[in-house]
């Protein structure tokens, strides 16, 4: 009677012991989940190198297309007559090609960088285990946040990284 005694208590103290070890990691996974968290998008986009890349190539289109219509200007200050008239319509058209292609880039930048930062947070959210990555504009998106849900900076390293990789 007494092994048995002995081995029922044994057998209480190792279900006794998985059952606390079971609910100590419940709790740690109840109370360590990371739930929702949010993301500066304004500071995420200004930040993303990918969009730093695609401004300076579009800067250095408009600078070339700048060149040429100022050097069109300097030419037509010592144009008359026909060749002036020619000049102002070409120079004219140059500078409504200049705004258009502004226009057209900025828009381009912006379409480019969405398709590639939508994916690329869904990404970070999933890897970092997040339940819900919501974007703060500064416009009432979040009315508030606190420091420890914003991963704004977490969220710049990883995306600036992936882009780096090539992913």
């Not at 739930?35 to 500071?43: L, R």
């Not at 300076?56 to 010592?78: E, P, Q």
């Not at 002036?84 to 880039?105: C, G, M, N, P, W």
């Not at 998106?141 to 710049?156: H, N, P």
């Amino acid at each position: 009677m007494s092994k048995k005694l002995s081995v029922d208590r044994i057998l209480l103290s190792v279900t006794l012991c998985v059952t606390l070890v079971l609910l100590g990691n419940l709790c740690y996974e109840h109370f360590n989940k990371k739930g929702v968290v949010f993301v500066d998008i304004n500071k995420l986009v200004e930040q993303y190198k990918f969009k730093k890349d695609m401004e300076a190539t579009a800067a250095h289109n408009l600078y070339t297309i700048k060149n040429g219509t100022d050097s069109l200007k300097m030419l037509r200050r010592t144009s008359s007559g026909v060749a002036a008239s020619h000049l102002d319509t070409v120079i004219t058209k140059r500078e409504f090609a200049l705004e258009k292609f502004y226009e057209q880039s900025n828009q381009e930048i912006s379409r480019k960088v969405w398709e590639r930062l939508n994916p690329a947070l869904e990404r970070f959210g999933k890897d970092k285990g997040y339940e819900i990555v919501v974007g703060a504009n500064g416009q009432g998106t979040v009315l508030y946040g606190s420091k420890q849900s914003d991963v704004t900076d977490e969220a710049i390293k990883y995306i600036n990284i992936n882009y780096e990789k090539g992913s």
